[in-house]
Every structure is written in C-alpha cells, then in structure tokens.
C-alpha cells in the first residue's frame, strides 16, 4: 500500500508539472516556430531570408557570441578557485558567500546603472586616475564592447560561483585527504583528484552561463553601443519586433539565437560524454 501510494503521489505530481511545461515553454516555442514561417509577403522561408541577407542583422549573431564566450569563460575561470578555496566551512563562509551573490540580487539594470556611476568618463575611477596622473583625459569603460562585458562578467560570476560550490562541495573531502597521506601536495591533489572530478559540473556550468550571457539586453543598451559594437541578437529581436512591428521576422531571429545556442551547448555536452561521470560523493558527512 505504501509503494502504492507514492506511486499515486508521483503521478499526481508529474501531471501538473506536464501542463506547466507545455503552457510555458512548448507551446510558445511551436508557436513561435509556426510564426517564423508566416510572413506578412513572400514565402515561408522569407523572413529566414531577411535575416541572412541583411548586414544589419546577420553581423548580430557574431557580435554576440564575441560577447557571451568571453564573459562565459571569464566567470567559470574566476570562479573555480573561489569556490575551491571556499570548499571547507569556515566562520566567515556565509558573510563571503553573501557579498559575492549581492549582484545577483540588485539584477542586470542596477548592476549597469552603478557601473555608469562609478565606471563612466565622469565616475569616481576616471577621476582617480586623472588625479594621479595615470590618464590624460576621461578614462571611458562604459558605452562601448568593455561595457558590456565587465557587466556581463558582474552579473554572471554569483550564479557560476554558486553552482561551482555546490559542486565542489559534493566531492567527498576523503578523496583529498587519502591523497594527501600519499604525499600529493594541495596542487597535486586539485589536479588530479578535484579537477577530473569538476570538469562534467565545468560543463554544466559553462552552458548554463553561455545561455545567460547570449540573451544579453539590458547591459547592451544602457553600457553598450546598440547601433555599433554591441548591437546583440536580441536588440536586432526587438526592433523587429517594436519597431517594425514584424511578429514573423522577430521569432525567426528569436529561433535563429535559441539555435545558436543550441549548437553551442551540444558540443559543450558532446565534450562532458568524453568526461567522467561516476559518483564523487562516498559518504561525506
């Protein structure tokens, strides 16, 4: 009777999960598929057409991956030894976790309204270094490609640190402390016991912060140079969309960004297969 009902309870569980699925992510995605398909003149595949014909939008797809892959690599980098170092609990553990997820709760628009503050011509940095005599004039890193990535880079490190740390804690400490017994030297015992271990959780990470950082919009508007150096994908999606009031080339970009990010995360997984994948706990407590 008791397996019985777990199994009603599981049943009863997946159903509603099921429907939040289809309503939320199938049916928009079909619907939007369906749309790409339907424009206002010319055939089912004009909008496509549109797309890889105009230099004003194709060139978007470049100037993002040029954006997301080095803010993606910059954040797994920066956080693998932070959350490393961060492995074993400590008295000041929660205060450092918390002051490094804060960006995480202020959100992409005060992140960028704070780094226009203190990181424009006129900030407090600029200003700095003029004074010291290390400039000659306004020091700019905010409307333009760097802009954009250090912002990309601040919003994104508090999600992969967090996920390297959940990872990097599950890994049983007794593997490190056998090693150690043999003569590993800290270096030694990251290199060959907690990276091989890290790397599939690398992976996971580095798709999960590439689809993050590829669907960049605010950072590129109010850091960036929409109509120059970063014009992303989803700028060129939203001046279809509201500006030209084309629902049909809108979802064809919006298809074409969710596909390139797709080719991206298939070969990211196609390398974790290659990876090891046994069990990394064995009765940490």
């Known amino acids: 009777m ?13 159903a ?27 055939g089912a595949l004009a909008s496509y057409a549109t797309f890889f014909t105009n230099r004003s939008l194709w060139p978007t797809i470049f100037t ?22 961060m492995r074993r609990r400590s008295r000041y553990q929660k205060v450092v976790i918390t002051i490094l997820v804060i960006p995480m709760t202020l959100g992409t628009v005060l992140i960028a309204e704070g780094m226009l503050t203190y990181l424009g011509p006129k900030g407090w940095l600029s200003q700095t270094l003029q004074l010291l005599h290390l400039a000659s004039g306004p020091v700019r890193l905010t409307h333009n490609y760097t802009g954009v990535l250090l912002s ?30 043999l003569g590993a030297t ?15 959780g690398l992976a ?15 950072s590129a508007v109010l850091l960036g140079a929409p109509a120059g ?7 060129a999606a939203y001046e279809a969309a509201f500006e030209q009031f084309d629902d049909s080339l809108a979802s064809c970009v919006a298809m074409i960004m969710g ?17 090891y994948r046994g069990p990394v706990t064995g009765g940490k407590r």
């Open 2 to 14: 008791t397996a019985d009902r777990r199994a009603d309870r599981a049943a009863l569980l997946v």
């Open 16 to 42: 509603p999960a099921a429907a939040v699925m289809v309503l939320l992510f199938i049916y928009p995605f079909l619907h939007g598929l369906v749309l790409s398909f339907r424009p206002a003149a010319g």
């Open 64 to 85: 993002t991956l040029r954006l997301a892959l080095p803010a993606t690599i910059a954040n797994v980098a920066f956080a693998l030894p932070v959350a490393y170092h």
């Open 152 to 181: 990309l880079i601040v919003s994104g490190f508090p999600f992969v640190f967090l996920l390297m740390l959940s990872y990097v804690s599950g890994i049983d400490p007794v593997l490190g402390q056998a090693a150690a017994t």
């Open 186 to 200: 800290p270096w030694r015992q990251f290199r060959y016991i907690y990276l091989p271990l890290l790397l599939p």
């Open 204 to 218: 996971m990470a580095f798709c999960l912060a590439f689809v993050q950082a590829f669907s960049v919009f605010p």
């Open 229 to 235: 150096p970063t014009r992303v994908i989803s700028i």
């Open 259 to 275: 596909a390139v990010q797709l080719i991206v995360v298939s070969a990211v997984l196609g390398l974790r297969r290659a990876l």
